[in-house]
């Protein structure tokens, strides 16, 4: 079955990094655009970044110039670079991909930004 796993949240300050990673499984990664949302309790889930299995990546304005979403096929993995962090970055930030017309989600990691 499908399987995304997020880590590499935590709480850092205004102008720190993180590094995001999702885990895949149970199924052919590499056919698959990955995207990393972000949501903050009582709004909707916000697409971030999407990459595809041929590593073309698009980038929301908001974090353009800051955030780099990449991926590894081998590893069935991908990750969000977050560089220059903001306390608006605040929120959980969810892997997720749609087979079939369904959309997957891994449980999210919280990312934490500030003084």
């Known amino acids: 079955q499908v399987q995304l796993v997020e880590s590499g949240g935590g709480l850092v300050q205004p102008g720190e990094s993180l590094r995001l990673s999702c885990v895949a499984s149970?199924?052919?990664?590499?056919?698959?655009?990955l995207n990393w949302y972000r949501q903050v309790p009582g709004k909707e889930r916000e697409l971030v970044a999407s990459?595809?299995?041929?590593?073309?990546?698009n980038h929301v304005d908001s974090v353009k110039g800051r955030f780099t979403i990449s991926r590894d096929n081998a590893k069935s993995s991908a990750y969000l670079q977050m560089n220059s962090l903001k306390p608006e970055d605040t929120a959980i930030y969810y892997c997720?991909?749609?087979?079939?017309?369904?959309?997957?989600w891994g449980p999210g990691t919280q990312v934490t930004v500030s003084s």
């Open positions: 990459i595809t299995g041929t590593g073309h990546a």
């Open positions: 149970g199924f052919n990664f590499n056919g698959y655009i």
């Open positions: 997720n991909i749609v087979r079939l017309g369904v959309p997957y």
